[in-house]
């Protein structure tokens, strides 16, 4: 389990934990705001408060290793499909949310993917896609099958959850955390000059600069 920010893991490094930014994407009402309160507080509101374009942080550990996440949520302005650049510039993960009972928001969160890769290669940046609302399966409108080949067809992660029933949300961060730090050791054997991991991944391009 995570421990309360800035408290270093026993015996751990000195240093702090590295930041990463990880944005919640998705259209309004698939539980974005929701999946970020059970992570950050273990709580469930059926109204939770608009807060202008809020982040959280929370600090996890993965083995011995640890991270911070820096998780922004926005405050409704995707409703409008308008979520500023800003929020996309220098993030590492996304997590890009639907709600299984909605095929729109499914359809939805593939031009969100669209609009991340348009500021952020690819590449460089860890996606987990949340099927959310996994309670309301009864009027599920796309299957779980869908889901997985769309994360499969554009190497995505991919998990099903409910923010409601805290199933699979912590598992879900815990997931993107955990690739974060392979890709970042990959980084660090590559820039070492392994001849492995020269052959299957080159190296991590720049960000892309939203000059506009
Ligand atoms: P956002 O607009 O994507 O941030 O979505 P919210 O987190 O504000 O949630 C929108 C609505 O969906 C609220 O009424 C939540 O209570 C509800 N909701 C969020 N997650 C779940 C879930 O896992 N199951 C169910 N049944 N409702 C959820
Ligand atoms: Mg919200």
Redesign the pocket.
């Known amino acids: 389990m995570a421990q309360p920010e800035g408290t270093l893991p026993p015996g751990g490094p000195l240093d702090s934990p590295r930041v990463f930014k990880l944005v919640l994407l998705?259209s309004?009402?698939?539980?974005?705001?929701?999946l970020a309160f059970r992570y950050i507080r273990n709580e469930f509101r059926?109204?939770?408060p608009t807060v202008g374009c809020a982040f959280f942080t929370k600090v996890v550990h993965v083995g011995t290793a640890s991270l911070k996440f820096e998780i922004w949520d926005t405050a409704?302005q995707e409703k409008y499909h308008s979520v500023c650049h800003l929020y996309f510039r220098g993030a590492h993960a996304a997590l890009l949310?639907y709600d299984i009972s909605s095929k729109e928001s499914f359809l939805r969160a593939q031009q969100w993917l669209r609009d991340l890769e348009s500021e952020i290669l690819p590449g460089d940046v860890v996606v987990m896609l949340v099927g959310?609302?996994t309670?309301?399966d009864e009027e599920r409108q796309v299957t779980v099958q869908e889901g997985k080949e769309f994360a499969d067809s554009k190497g995505l992660l991919f998990t099903e959850a409910?923010?409601?029933?805290n199933h699979q949300v912590t598992e879900a961060f815990q997931a993107v955390a955990q690739e974060l730090l392979r890709r970042e050791e990959r980084v660090a054997q590559t820039q070492k000059g392994d001849p492995q991991v020269l052959l299957n991944e080159g190296p991590h391009k720049q960000a892309k600069c939203c000059g506009r």
Do not use: C, P
């Not at 309004?28 to 929701?34: F, L, R």
């Not at 409910?162 to 029933?165: C, D, F």
């Open positions: 998705g309004g009402s698939v539980g974005k705001s929701s059926s109204i939770l409704g949310v959310n609302k309670d309301l409910s923010a409601k029933l």
